[in-house]
């Protein structure tokens, strides 16, 4: 249902009030592709990819669709949804290279978490 907040520590769904210690606003999000020329097509030529070899370009939502390891993967956007995926591929034995453009991985969380996790 539809929640509205109707005190510190109480919020209202459908009627009914309902209380809390602590609140997380989870919005969601959905995946995008770069806007790349032909990236778009490429994407909605792999929901249906038939039996054509050709390279495979997913979202997080499609990601873990696949019937097949890679040898390599390349992961753009270094947040941690990429990070994520890469490291889930690179435990399996993936080569994996992570692209994005603050030349850093994690780039909104904080930089010693994040120096730790980029030297492994």
Known sequence: GRGTFVGNS?????GQTLKFNKAVIATGGYPSLLP????KELHQMN?????KPRPYVMTNET????????Q???VCGP???GVEMAQSMQRLGTKVTVLGRSGRILPKEDDDHAKTIQDQ
């Open 63 to 70: 990601f873990f669709n696949m019937t097949e390891q890679p």
């Open 36 to 39: 790349m020329p032909g990236l």
């Open 10 to 14: 109480s919020v209202m769904v459908n």
């Open 47 to 51: 929901t249906n990819p038939g039996n």
């Open 72 to 74: 390599h993967l390349v």
């Open 79 to 81: 947040g941690v949804i």
